[in-house]
T-cell receptor
Framework: NAGVTQTPKFQVLKTGQSMTLQCAQD?????MSWYRQDPGMGLRLIHY???????DQGEVPNGYNVSRSTTEDFPLRLLSAAPSQTSVYFC?????????????FGSGTQLSVL | GENVEQHPSTLSVQEGDSAVIKCTYS??????FPWYKQELGKRPQLIID?????GEKKDQRIAVTLNKTAKHFSLHITETQPEDSAVYFC??????????FGAGTTVTVRA
């Protein structure tokens, strides 16, 4: 099993550009989520999904969109990048339909918005 | 929503000494409390977790305690070693499908 795979590992964008961060898991996990990590602020939940076709907002959803068309994939879209979105992004999944079990994290995407 | 506060933000200990990190949570309905360790440049990884029906849990040199009445929980690392140097995050899960993290504690073990 590859676990949770995130691409790309690094990305530089200009303000106003859009892009998609990819996340895929091969563990048949129902729960998937996106977090952003900023210095001194821990991990903040952006969006999450409890199964294919079901998504919901976390703490900091503004400026981001998600969809879950398959169990395996949970892409995160930045609609119009802003410098405030400079961060490290982690995708995480759990085998239950909620986050009350071990989360498996991807290796992260370091995003810089200029 | 849930609010998790974590203290201290940095902790420096001598190798062999103990380290204690404390967290408080706001939602009395929270029932799952994991701890994650993140080494520099790596992904967070679960090191121990506790559920609300248990007061204490141990796994070798690490232990977690939970006080539901006071709404706080703590991570204890005994006999610290250089490989324990990392950022540690506490988290709390309530019934809204969300896991809320504390801001993290940077632990440095001095040789």
């Amino acid at each position: 099993n590859a676990g949770v795979t995130q691409t790309p590992k690094f990305q530089v964008l200009k303000t106003g550009q859009s892009m998609t961060l990819q996340c895929a898991q091969d563990m048949n996990h129902e729960y998937m989520s996106w977090y952003r990590q900023d210095p001194g602020m821990g991990l903040r939940l952006i969006h999450y999904s409890v199964g294919a076709g079901i998504t919901d907002q976390g703490e900091v959803p503004n400026g981001y969109n998600v969809s879950r068309s398959t169990t395996e994939d949970f892409p995160l879209r930045l609609l119009s990048a802003a410098p405030s979105q400079t961060s490290v992004y982690f995708c995480a999944s759990s085998y239950s339909d909620r986050a009350s079990e071990k989360l498996f994290f991807g290796s992260g995407t370091q995003l810089s918005v200029l | 929503g849930e609010n998790v506060e974590q203290h201290p933000s940095t902790l420096s200990v001598q190798e062999g000494d103990s380290a204690v990190i404390k967290c408080t949570y706001s939602d009395s309905a929270s029932n799952y409390f994991p701890w994650y360790k993140q080494e520099l440049g790596k992904r967070p990884q679960l090191i121990i977790d506790i559920r609300s029906n248990v007061g204490e849990k141990k796994d070798q040199r690490i232990a977690v305690t939970l006080n539901k009445t006071a709404k706080h929980f703590s991570l204890h690392i005994t006999e610290t070693q250089p490989e324990d140097s990392a950022v540690y995050f506490c988290a709390a899960f309530s019934n809204d499908y969300k896991l809320s993290f504390g801001a993290g504690t940077t632990v440095t073990v001095r040789a």
